[in-house]
């Protein structure tokens, strides 16, 4: 986090990446799927949600790990920034996702583990939010809230990898519904998607830059 | 070690023992909820319902039994600050709620049972299952009562921490049970058995690595 919050060379390649998926993620060719059609095309935009999710809540928490080794507040700041920009991310593929489902599945939330999963996930965050929130003392409410992180954090593994395997999900790729790789579609959509992954995940953490900057400054005028 | 340890329980018990309200309050609960579902679902409980009712039971039984683990440490805390490492007030605390919620279990399922009935086709894996599930549930809670005794608004937080953090032992043990509740085997329940107990070591070695820091907080 210190070494994006020095650097700038990186946030030029997220505008330069971005710009490719959206032109590419809405212009390029894109093989016809049965039910799918056009609106393979989420892919660029949802799942890419779900990787800078994960990411930021990934970096969200080795902040807290860091906060409670050294005890220095911009720790804090940041894992809990980051964990902000993270649960935005997780309603963003949330609402992508709901959308996508309507065309697809019919309707917006038709009890897939997936779905399911990801909104106790997120509701693990709301939680930490709401914990940070109830206590007053700035010592106290880091510490705290950082071991809720950590644990939190080690309860979302679990509950996004390996329960929805327990039953079959309606998520393409899953349970027999044609998938993304099982096609092995064109190498467009492909080099699209991982640029997509990589693009959101970055403006992911420029947010959380700005954000952290921002909390930093005001934390200054404080003391 | 053991010496500290075997205090630290004894003094649980005694609290227990002495102000016996608690524990009476969480009998008198067991039973007023079990009446209520009782007469919600007489006549149409299916062999699944009867599961996930039996589960969701368990879910707030522990959640009220535990809650109170680190709430009424309050005015003691200081006390034995000093004097014990935190690492040995967790391991106390997870065995005597361990134990303490396998109490409880045992009581609520012989009160369900009577009349809800005992529909479980296997049922020495499904005790197994229950043991191991209540393990997670007990330690999960217990550490999740540490966190939300710092706040002002504590049953609520502990409701609002809890719920989440639990779900994933609450699926997978709620999953378990009801295969065995219709029939299934310990061989079809074995790879989950053992997610499920993963998940139990993750939960008890974090809250032992992370109860320090909230302890000194």
Excluded: C
Excluded at chain 1, 29 to 38: D, Q
Excluded at chain 1, 195 to 211: E, M, R, Y
Aim: positive net charge.
């Amino acid at each position: 986090m210190n070494y994006l919050m020095r650097t700038k060379w990186w946030k030029w390649l997220t505008m330069a990446l971005l710009v490719y998926v959206v032109i590419g993620g809405f212009l390029f060719p894109v093989p016809r799927l049965p039910i799918l059609n056009e609106t393979i095309r989420v892919l660029h935009f949802h799942v890419p949600m779900w990787f800078g999710m994960l990411f930021l809540f990934v970096a969200s928490v080795v902040h807290a790990i860091k906060y409670l080794s050294s005890g220095k507040i911009e720790n804090d700041i940041m894992s809990n920034q980051l964990a902000i920009v993270g649960t935005l991310f997780g309603i963003l593929g949330m609402l992508t996702g709901m959308f996508w489902a309507t065309f697809t599945w019919g309707e917006p939330w038709s009890s897939d583990p997936k779905q399911n999963a990801s909104a106790i996930g997120l509701l693990i965050y709301f939680a930490y939010f709401i914990l940070r929130g109830s206590i007053q003392d700035e010592q106290q409410k880091a510490k705290v809230s950082a071991v809720y992180n950590i644990f939190a954090f080690a309860a979302l593994v679990p509950l996004l990898f390996i329960l929805p395997r327990l039953t079959d999900s309606l998520h393409p790729g899953n349970g027999g519904n044609p998938g993304f790789n099982a096609y092995d579609l064109d190498s467009n959509l492909r080099k699209v998607f991982y640029t997509a992954v990589i693009g959101w995940t970055l403006l992911g953490f420029w947010i959380a830059t700005i954000k952290i900057r921002y909390k930093l400054l005001l934390e200054k005028i404080d003391d | 070690m053991l010496k500290q340890l075997q205090w630290l329980i004894l003094k649980d018990l005694r609290i227990d023992w002495r102000t016996k309200y608690p524990a009476a309050g969480i009998l008198l609960y067991i039973t007023s909820l079990i009446i209520t579902s009782y007469l919600a679902f007489t006549g149409f409980i299916e062999r699944e319902t009867w599961n996930a009712l039996f589960w969701l039971i368990l879910l707030f039984i522990s959640i009220n039994a535990v809650a109170k683990s680190f709430a009424q440490e309050d005015d003691r805390s200081a006390y034995y600050f000093y004097l014990i490492k935190p690492s040995r007030i967790i391991v106390a605390k997870l065995i005597y709620y361990g134990v303490y919620q396998l109490l409880l279990i045992s009581v609520a399922l012989s009160v369900f049972s009577l009349f809800l009935g005992f529909p479980v086709a296997t049922s020495g894996p499904f005790f197994l299952n229950l043991i191991i599930g209540s393990i997670g549930l007990s330690s999960a809670f217990t550490m999740v009562s540490s966190i939300s005794s710092k706040t002002n608004n504590n049953a609520v937080m502990m409701a609002i921490l809890g719920f989440p953090v639990i779900i994933p032992i609450l699926i997978l043990s709620i999953n378990n049970s009801q295969i065995l509740v219709l029939g299934g085997s310990l061989a079809d329940i074995s790879t989950n058995l053992i997610t499920l107990l993963s998940v139990n070591v993750i939960i008890i070695a974090l809250s032992f690595i992370l109860f320090p820091f909230t302890w000194k907080s």
